[in-house]
């Protein structure tokens, strides 16, 4: 079954840190630019940060900069958003996505809380 699952979300205070996984089964993720998007309720989701197929480009949302990074695993076919000194409004559902080809993949998401 091809599909992407996005793990590591939870409650943090403000100013922690959560490491977000995307692991990808059915297809290879290096082939492919990742993206991680955020959808916090009420509002629209929105792009927060993605990477290029080979990993040596990014591009980030100003809310985030210097604060998210994004890295890839080709060995264990993971994407991981790396989250530091989390504010109370990057609270939302975090999802991964791959758009391929022949299809436009999500993950479930995963829940992040930052409490103040």
């Known amino acids: 079954q091809l599909q992407l699952v996005e793990s590591g979300g939870g409650l943090v205070q403000s100013g922690g840190s959560l490491r977000l996984s995307c692991a990808a089964s059915?297809?290879?993720?290096?082939?492919?630019?990742i993206g991680w998007f955020r959808q916090a309720p009420g509002k629209e989701r929105e792009g927060v940060i993605c990477?290029?197929?080979?990993?040596?480009?990014?591009n980030y949302a100003d809310s985030v900069k210097g604060r998210f990074t994004i890295s890839r695993d080709g060995a264990k076919n993971t994407v991981y958003l790396q989250m530091n000194s989390l504010k109370p409004e990057d609270t939302a559902v975090y999802y991964c996505?791959?758009?391929?080809?022949?299809?436009?993949?999500w993950g479930q998401g995963t829940q992040v809380t930052v409490s103040s």
């Open positions: 059915g297809f290879t993720l290096d082939h492919y630019a």
């Open positions: 990477i290029s197929s080979s990993g040596d480009s990014t």
């Open positions: 996505n791959a758009p391929t080809p022949w299809y436009d993949y």
